[in-house]
C-alpha cells in the first residue's frame, strides 16, 4: 500500500539487532507482532516484546522481558505501562495492580521475597493513601495511611503470629483508648492537608495508635 508495510511482514534492524514480526499498516506496527533482540553470546534471537502495537507502540495487551528474571504482563498504552499489569521485579518481587504512565497507581498488591506483602493504594509509583502491610514472618498487620511511601499512621496488630518464622518474643498488648478510629483520623487529616497544600507542618514522621486483636 503506497508502497509502506502492510499486512504481516519481518523487519530486521541490522544496526541495533533488533527485529520484528508481525503485523503493519501503513508502514507502522499495528496489530499483534513480536520485538526480539540478537543476544551478544550466543547470537540467537530473544523474545524482548510479545503483544499489541498501535501506531508503532506498544498499545493493549503485552509482555516485555526486561531480563530473563523480570518481566510485565499487562496493559500498555503509547510504548508505556497503564492499565491492569503485574510485574516480576529481579530482586524476587512481585506487583500486581494498577499501572498509570510506566508507575503503580491506584490499587495493587505488592509481594516481596521474604513474603511480606502489601495491599493497599498507590500514586505515581509509590505507596500513598489507605493500605495493608502483612509482616507475615513476624506475624503482625499495619493498617493505615501512606504518604509518598512512607506509612504516617494506623494501628498495629497481631496477626498468623502462631505460624511466623520469626514471631515477635510477646503478643502486642491492648491499648485501652475510647476512640481510636477518631485518633486515627485526626493524625490521617493532618498529612491530607499537607499534602494538598504543600505546606510544612511540624508532627511526628510516624504516629501509630497500637490495639490488640486476639
Known amino acids: 500500500m503506497d508502497n509502506k508495510k502492510h499486512g504481516k511482514g519481518r523487519q530486521v534492524w541490522k544496526r541495533t539487532g533488533m527485529i520484528y514480526y508481525g503485523d503493519w499498516r501503513c508502514g507502522k506496527r499495528e496489530g499483534y507482532g513480536t520485538l ?3 543476544d551478544p553470546e550466543t547470537k540467537e534471537y530473544v523474545r524482548v516484546y510479545v503483544g499489541s502495537w498501535r501506531n508503532d507502540k506498544k498499545e493493549g495487551a503485552g509482555t516485555y522481558f526486561y531480563s530473563p528474571s523480570a518481566f510485565y504482563e499487562g496493559q500498555w498504552k503509547e510504548d508505556q505501562r497503564s492499565g491492569w499489569g503485574r ?3 529481579e530482586n524476587g518481587e512481585l506487583y500486581e495492580g494498577e499501572w498509570l504512565k510506566d508507575k503503580q497507581h491506584g490499587q495493587g ?3 516481596l521475597a521474604n513474603g511480606n506483602r502489601f495491599v493497599g493504594s498507590w500514586s505515581n509509583g509509590q505507596k500513598n493513601g489507605h493500605g495493608k502491610f502483612f509482616y507475615l514472618d513476624r506475624g503482625q498487620l499495619y493498617k493505615g495511611f ?12 497481631d496477626f498468623g503470629r502462631e505460624a511466623a518464622v520469626r514471631p515477635t518474643v510477646y503478643p502486642i498488648p491492648k491499648v485501652c483508648l475510647q476512640d481510636s478510629q477518631a485518633v486515627l483520623m485526626e493524625a490521617q487529616a493532618y498529612f491530607t492537608e499537607d499534602k494538598q497544600e504543600s505546606t510544612e507542618t511540624t508532627i511526628p514522621s510516624h504516629t501509630v495508635a497500637r490495639q490488640y486483636v486476639p
Open 109 to 111: 498488591l505488592l509481594l
Open 36 to 38: 526480539s533482540r540478537t
Open 146 to 157: 501512606w504518604v509518598d511511601g512512607v506509612a504516617k499512621c494506623g494501628t498495629v496488630s
Open 87 to 89: 510485574m516480576q521485579f
